[in-house]
């Protein structure tokens, strides 16, 4: 089966790296970058299955960038992510077409389980 693609987008570097490297292991491609504005680039130019979108960033946060990636891409699925979240940022971005919303630090394994769920996908091997 063909890998998932996914976009991670957080303005904590090391979070993303570490992020890429857990989602590469498990077959995942990941790609991430650190501005909101490098992501919308990044999906102008190259095709993803599913964004993990930091919800509080500096410039374009993640709310702006979920606005302008539903624009350009209406079925691109967005999972939410953020360490200072409220029930009304999850309804706002749940709003604007967020498939999920979740809480760091988030344990990889529920990722996995949501990026693939996102994506219509199971877990091999359970």
Same mark, same amino acid.
């Given at each position: 089966?063909?890998?998932?693609?996914?976009?991670?987008?957080?303005?904590?570097?090391?979070?993303?790296?570490?992020?890429?490297?857990?989602?590469?292991?498990?077959?995942?491609?990941?790609? *991430?970058?650190?501005? @909101? #504005?490098?992501?919308?680039?990044?999906?102008?130019? =190259?095709?993803? !299955?599913? %964004?993990?979108?930091? /919800?509080?960033?500096?410039?374009?946060?993640?709310?702006?960038?979920?606005?302008?990636?539903?624009?350009?891409?209406?079925?691109?699925?967005?999972?939410?992510?953020?360490?200072?979240?409220?029930?009304?940022?999850?309804?706002? *971005?749940?709003?604007? @077409? #967020?498939?999920?919303?979740?809480?760091?630090?988030? =344990?990889?394994? !529920?990722? %996995?389980?949501?990026? /693939?769920?996102?994506?219509?996908?199971?877990?091999?091997?359970?």
């Amino acid at each position: 089966m063909e890998p998932l693609h996914v976009l991670i987008v957080d303005d904590e570097a090391e979070l993303v790296t570490a992020l890429e490297e857990r989602l590469n292991l498990r077959g995942f491609e990941a790609r *991430g970058v650190t501005t @909101g #504005a490098d992501a919308l680039a990044l999906l102008a130019e =190259k095709p993803f !299955d599913v %964004v993990l979108l930091d /919800l509080k960033m500096p410039g374009l946060g993640g709310l702006e960038v979920i606005k302008r990636i539903k624009q350009e891409q209406p079925g691109m699925r967005v999972i939410l992510l953020t360490g200072w979240g409220s029930e009304e940022d999850a309804e706002k *971005g749940k709003a604007l @077409g #967020a498939y999920d919303y979740l809480m760091k630090p988030v =344990k990889i394994s !529920d990722l %996995v389980r949501v990026l /693939l769920s996102a994506c219509d996908r199971e877990e091999e091997g359970e």
